[in-house]
């Protein structure tokens, strides 16, 4: 067994030592039945898992969601979290692509124990920088007999899928060079022929208990010896995979479903190497809302798509979590501590979950709200600031801003529309509007006669100069001298007023556009029409004329 004595068998692992002959060795073996068995009813080890992201694009939400429950699940057990990258694909990975998945992952929070940029004691973590040590294990193999050169060329390969598949049959390796003699290997090696190593795969089942999907089994028989080592010298991942779980000492690999295949060559793998099986656990896929695999076509799918969009780690974070898992309560807000201390791995469901924007988008609102007033206030006043509607990113003003229109921000992007609607007086768009029609038809023009009447007086502007309590106060015998009351006043003043029939609170949103009308908070860029230039635009309105079909120039210029 590739094992060291003394300890836990996690303690270290050693590869088994490589012998040279000066002759190939020549194994017969008989395909003896058997059963392969991962019951998962080993003794408790160190728990060390791995996250192993290949290189080749950006960090999509599936693999996002499997490395956190990798560190949920390790968090919960005091283990450690192992960052490998796979990146044998030498054409398509990138140091590039490598840098954004690092980079996207420490936004999350998911902090590795051990892997590029830490180091740790089952270096190096890039597969591109183990190739010795595959080659190290294969050819112990190749010793023990599990593999043996195999000097197919493409063609006879192409050949035998054809024939098994005229004959309906699984189209495996038919053995050819599994029971060759040493002469006959000997003789086109001495030709320099290429040649692949392949796994001799023996007769009957193999089965694993796995965390998630409880057992699983396969019939060896339709699977046909597998290469492990290319002709190149470059090994194929299922070997790769298995060597370096093995030799990193991971006690548990939970990945997504789609690799549920690959368990079945990594399995035998590990029990021709004399590797202790670790648990296995496969997660259900994301699903479109179609119930499709999650991809491009659907919208974002990657974290970094989603961190420019406007998106917090903690929102991203507490929504992945619940792809596919539960705490079994009605509760649904997380934080990532939090997640910790409540995930177990048989909560998580093995059917797969919808990824649904909306509902991710209102989390990152409620994650958004649930930060400090303070921290909250500065992270939406910097950046109206950067965005030009403010020229200030401090102050009341901001404060009272934040305070009314928080509600309505579910993305820190949302800040800019919501402000520039606040600030915006489209009168003219709203009274042509459908739904403006029973508002207008409710004497409209007298109210805005005996609305344009009290701001001539200066009792609208000494009310707002009082705040809020003088602003209700004044609104209150307002509606008392026009014998109004509840929608039939509020409705006229919030459409007179802001220009708009919806929005937030209208008493706060009217004594914020009069603050901003009276300092230097809004920049000029931002098409803030002041209460003023609101009160000039409806002296200009022919109430007798308005209607939808003779629509009203709208005044677009700042006034």
């Known amino acids: 067994m590739a094992l060291l004595c003394g300890g836990t ?17 020549f194994f017969f073996f008989k395909r003896r039945r058997f059963s392969v068995s991962a019951l998962s009813d080993q003794q408790p080890l160190p728990v060390r898992v791995r996250f192993a992201p290949s290189p080749t694009g950006n960090l999509h939400v599936g693999g996002a969601r499997t490395a956190l429950f990798n560190y949920l699940f390790t968090r919960s057990k005091g283990g450690k979290f192992v960052l490998r990258i796979e990146d044998t694909d030498l054409e398509r990975s990138t140091r590039e692509s490598e840098e954004a998945m690092l980079k996207d992952l420490s936004w999350l929070g998911l ?6 940029g830490v180091g740790g004691d089952y270096g190096p ?3 591109s920088e183990r190739n010795s040590l595959y080659k190290q294990h294969a050819e112990n193999l190749h010793q023990s007999g599990h593999v043996y050169r195999c000097f197919c060329s493409n063609e006879e390969l192409e050949k035998m899928k054809e024939d098994a598949k005229l004959k309906q049959l699984p189209p495996v390796y038919t053995g050819k060079w599994a029971s060759a003699t040493n002469e006959e290997v ?3 090696l001495a030709k320099g022929t290429p040649y692949t190593y392949r796994f001799r795969v ?16 396969w019939n060896l028989d339709t699977l046909g010896d597998f290469v492990i080592m290319r002709s190149n010298g470059q090994p194929v991942y299922n070997f790769c995979v298995t060597v370096d779980d093995a030799t990193m000492a991971i006690s548990h690999v939970i990945r997504a479903e789609e690799h549920l295949p690959n368990t079945l060559r990594q399995a035998l793998i590990y029990k021709a190497l004399g590797f202790p099986m670790p648990y296995f656990a496969h997660v259900s896929l994301i699903l479109a809302p179609d119930r499709s695999k999650l991809s491009k076509r659907h919208g974002a799918t990657s974290v970094g798509q989603f961190r420019e969009m406007g998106y917090l780690p903690d929102a991203m974070v507490n929504y992945l979590a619940l792809l596919g898992w539960g705490d079994g309560t009605e509760n649904e807000f997380f934080t990532l501590d939090q997640l910790v201390e409540k995930f177990t791995i048989e909560r998580v469901n093995k059917s797969g979950a919808i990824f649904d924007s909306t509902k991710l988008r209102w989390m990152n609102g409620q994650h958004l709200r649930a930060r400090p007033s303070e921290e909250l206030t500065k992270l939406i006043g910097e950046y109206w600031k950067t965005s030009g509607l403010i020229t200030v990113s401090a102050g009341p003003f901001i ?5 009314l229109l928080k509600d309505g921000i579910d993305l820190i992007n949302d800040a800019d ?15 042509q509007s459908d739904e403006a029609e029973p508002v207008l038809q409710d004497n409209l023009s007298e109210f805005a006669a005996s609305l344009l009447a009290a701001y001539d007086s200066g009792d609208v502007v000494a009310a707002l100069e009082e705040g809020h309590a003088g602003w209700q106060k004044w609104v209150k015998g307002f509606g008392k001298s026009l014998k109004r009351k509840g929608k039939s006043l509020f409705m006229p003043l919030r459409l007179l007023l802001t220009g708009k029939l919806h929005g937030p609170d209208m008493g706060a949103s009217v004594v914020l556009l009069y603050k901003a009308g009276t300092s230097d908070v809004v920049a000029s860029e931002a098409g803030f029409v002041t209460l003023d230039g609101r009160f000039k635009m409806l002296r200009q309105i022919n109430w007798e004329t308005l209607s939808k079909d003779q629509p009203v120039e709208e005044t677009a210029a700042p006034v």
Request: aromatic share 8%.
């Open 202 to 217: 023996p007769k009957g089942s193999l089965k694993i208990n796995d965390l998630i999907r409880g057992k699983v089994s």
């Open 125 to 127: 973590y890039r597969q």
């Open 186 to 188: 000997e003789e086109e």
């Open 111 to 116: 902090d590795w124990d051990e892997g590029p």
């Open 9 to 25: 068998p996690w303690s270290k692992v050693i590869a088994p030592p490589i012998f040279h002959h000066s002759q190939t060795p």
């Open 417 to 431: 529309k919501a402000l520039a609607n606040l600030l915006s007086y489209p009168l003219h768009s709203t009274l």
């Open 399 to 403: 404060d009272e801003a934040v305070q």
